[in-house]
DNA sequence: GCGACAG
DNA sequence: ATCTTGTCGC
């Protein structure tokens, strides 16, 4: 179990969240480059050894999985809505240095700029790694919704459906898309770091391969609950895993 | 006080 | 996220 975290340090959070947002939202632009290798971070849990994170590596154009990591361990955090980054950015920063390829962009489970303080998971980790990032969350967390198409529109998918409109200024913070034909909700897309919200609509929508997740998050999704449902079920060791233990010491401020 | 609330 | 039986639809 994770520890609790008192009111005045989720207070510090917020304010380290005002910072990172503050850097983020100046770094918005295209990259300039299309992506090669990408990255899927997703987590799941297991009961008996708490977090189970993976890194996925997908080359871009073909679609192949390369390369995939694994870090567990127990969160320091207990969830918070809005405080996720401090949850489990640790075990993906320690799941991301076990992949031995190099990569031009993150796509995250959660959220980016789609964000109360505009500082999502996938802010925070594109950021601090320097690279472009991308949240691809299946719920909304902040904002108004804003439809620019009926549902019965949508023929072909994935079909952009609208956006996530900031309350305060209107501004696009997310497009939601149905991503396939049996979906009835959307997901939603945003900017996390370093790239702007066109191009991460744009980039996702075409790794979109008929199923809810873009393939980066889809093959992280299914390998971490598989290792999860392993180690509870004793068929696997921790010590057993690429990627080894998780080490926690980073992306957690001191508090 | 009430509703919202990523994973 | 996870806990869980049945159930709707291709």
């Known amino acids: 179990m994770s520890m609790k975290t008192p009111y005045s340090n989720i207070r510090k959070l917020i304010e380290i969240q005002k910072n990172i947002s503050y850097k983020a ?3 918005l632009r295209p990259p300039g480059y299309a992506p ?22 997908i080359d871009y154009v073909s679609g192949s999985l390369l390369d995939y990591s694994v870090a567990i361990g127990e969160p320091r955090l207990e969830y918070i809505p809005g405080l996720l980054a401090f949850r489990e950015a640790p075990l993906f920063y320690t799941a991301l240095q076990g992949l031995r390829h190099e990569y031009d962009l993150l796509v995250i489970d959660g959220h980016g700029i789609s964000h109360p303080r505009k ?11 320097g690279k472009p990032s991308i949240g691809v969350a299946k719920k909304k967390l902040y904002g108004n919704e804003v439809y620019i198409k009926k549902l019965g529109e949508c023929n ?7 956006y996530v409109a900031d309350p305060e200024t209107g501004e696009k913070l997310a497009y939601m898309v149905l991503p396939n034909k049996r979906s009835r909700a ?13 191009t991460a609509l744009k980039t996702v929508t075409s790794m ?11 093959h ?20 057993q895993l690429k990627g080894g233990l998780g080490r926690l010491d980073h992306f957690m401020p001191r508090i």
Do not use: F, M, Q
Not at 120 to 127: D, E, K, S
Not at 156 to 162: A, D, K, L, R, S
Not at 186 to 198: F, K, T, W
């Open 119 to 129: 500082a999502g998971i996938a802010t925070h980790i594109g950021l601090a790694l």
């Open 25 to 27: 939202l100046g770094s």
């Open 156 to 162: 072909v998918h994935p079909c952009t459906i609208g």
């Open 220 to 239: 992280a999704d299914k390998i971490s609950k598989h290792i999860a449902r392993l180690l509870d079920r004793g068929v696997l060791k921790p010590n």
């Open 208 to 218: 979109l391969k008929g199923t809810r997740l873009p393939l980066p998050t889809y």
């Open 186 to 198: 959307p997901i939603y897309i945003s900017p996390g770091a370093n790239i702007d919200l066109e």
């Open 36 to 57: 090669r290798l990408v990255v899927g971070l997703d987590a799941a849990y297991s009961r008996i050894y708490g977090g189970v994170a993976v890194a996925v590596i």
